[in-house]
């Protein structure tokens, strides 16, 4: 306790998604007084809420618990009730750099004070890649039928035998391409260029699909309809040609940009996609003694709420024990 | 679908815990129409009963999503419910062994039949070895203050500035003594020999600790109270003396099984603990191609509901894209 009155905080959650509020409901329980800077809500480059990307999503599914689902808000609420109620400390700001050189490590944040602090989760998680188009963010925030998730709502029932579209050609529009096709009566995957950058088993697989047509040369230029999105305005890169295609759902799959921005110069490792580098991928542990990372900033591969609990709660359990080491209690 | 013709299941998991259920709620959902084996209920060699070591755990408070808390038993029939909802198919049976020789792989079951299957999740789980006395398994199954995770249970209120007594004398111990000693007013450790199997390092952290007090050369000879422990009997091994120390808990931590008696000869690789081994920290594949792993079976370090969760979801999603690449739909 004495290191209170010093105002060192035994451990800092830099972010409140899944994987933040649970390494706070576990650092709570096990009396580490966790603070969690929950982040600013901010409009560019992407649309970023403290909640994280859950905040974008009306229905959540497959979240393990909720057999009638949850809307990503209202799991985020509860998330947050739970570790409020063991005590965490919220704040509602930004860590905009982090000094990892000094000892304890000194956060810096958007309104100019400094946070010291023993040990560090960090927990930003990814923004998915958007258009940049003004329809596609209303109907993305509304549940109108935008995605940026196959996983995560393709299975939704409003979907099923319907005509839908994917933007992208990399692996990752590839594999949510080849997913939607166990539910969608047609897959029109859209991409700007002539040929995909998906590996070729990847684009092999997409293409052999008699449900999977291919739109090449092609961009979205609006999503068309009310409440529900009807059907995509596209652009021909090559003609400058607008023509429409009628859908029921559109997948946004060209790419997330895990949220690092404050880390540059941090000392921490990337891996080659931008994401933070785990010394070891069953655990939390980064490049630097006493700094964690958990959920999507780390994951590029899985990126579901449930894997970003599970690495949450890791992560402070890993500080837990590694404070235990230091003789910080 | 014409797998299904044939009666070959595209992926089979084994167990029932959160990583068995997590996993066959992300398969449903990928319309891989997945089968759970869920298992028989059972008293020998430790207590196992379908839904895994929750049934034994009064109130879950650390599972992110329930901030007033849960039973463990309420717990894991929203996760099945769930499962069900998206068309899991449950089988109350045990696997008994596995023939991953043959593909699709062969796993019988303890009533004669054979299941065919492409891919197959492993989650059975771990469970806590017991002492065997018949009163400990009564307190610990009506949550009358006897527990085999301090992490999991030692912050509940009722424990809070109480005298608890922790069995045991390996790092698992000594770690549960230290985090115990966060809300304890004493931590006894019961140990049946006069030194400790654990780590320099933990063992120091603990003895160092003026909550701690060491009892050398017992063991619990009975646990005592009527709806919640009020002592436990001890026997000194050495002078067969009894003595009663009063304590409100007990934490059993004389280790875990891994329930993996049914894939000897399977060859599957385990650590050198009886661990499932993965080959890759992060995902959740196993030596054999086909085969993955999820939960305690493959965790001895965490072993919490949303770890195992995280890695159910993992195991579901690896086994899609393993599936989708072997031109298995």
Same mark, same amino acid.
């Given at each position: ?45 992407? !649309? ?46 930004? $860590? ?9 490590? *000194? ?6 004070? !400094? ?5 560090? !989760? ?52 590839? *594999? ?129 709420? $449930? ?12 500080? *837990? ?9």
């Amino acid at each position: 306790m004495n290191d209170q009155t010093n105002n060192v905080e035994r451990v800092t959650i830099i972010g409140s998604g899944p994987a933040g509020w649970t390494a706070a409901i576990y650092a709570a329980r096990a009396s580490l007084n966790p603070i969690v800077y929950e982040g600013l809500p901010k409009q560019t480059p992407s !649309i970023q809420l403290p909640g994280g990307q859950l905040m974008l999503t009306t229905e959540v599914e497959n979240y393990p618990g909720f057999p009638e689902g949850v809307t990503g808000p209202d799991m985020m609420a509860q998330f947050k009730k739970q570790a409020q109620r063991f005590d965490t400390r919220v704040v509602m700001q930004d $860590i905009v750099r982090c000094d990892f050189s000094k000892r304890p490590f *000194e956060l810096h944040t958007a309104d100019n004070k !400094i946070v010291r602090s023993h040990a560090v !989760i960090i927990a930003t998680g990814a923004s998915a890649n958007w258009m940049g188009l003004e329809n596609e963010m209303r109907f993305a925030q509304s549940g109108g039928g935008v995605s940026a998730c196959a996983v995560c709502d393709g299975a939704l029932p409003v979907f099923r035998d319907q005509p839908l579209a994917v933007v992208g050609g990399g692996d990752t529009a590839m *594999e949510e391409t080849a997913y939607l096709t166990k539910f969608a009566s047609k897959v029109y995957v859209i991409h700007r260029r002539d040929e995909l950058r998906a590996s070729k088993v990847m684009q092999q697989r997409v293409l052999d699909n008699p449900k999977v047509e291919m739109v090449w040369d092609s961009v979205v230029s609006d999503v068309l309809g009310d409440d529900k999105i009807t059907a995509v305005q596209l652009k021909n890169v090559k003609t400058n040609e607008l023509s429409d295609l009628p859908v029921k759902g559109l997948f946004i799959a060209i790419g997330h940009t895990p949220n690092t921005q404050f880390l540059t110069d941090s000392g921490l490792q990337f891996d080659d996609t931008g994401y933070l580098k785990l010394k070891e991928g069953f655990r939390t542990l980064t490049n630097i003694d006493g700094v964690f990372a958990a959920g999507d900033v780390s994951d590029s591969t899985y990126r579901q709420a $449930i894997t970003a609990a599970g690495m949450g709660c890791k992560a402070a359990i890993d500080a *837990e024990r590694w404070l235990a080491d230091q003789g910080i209690d």
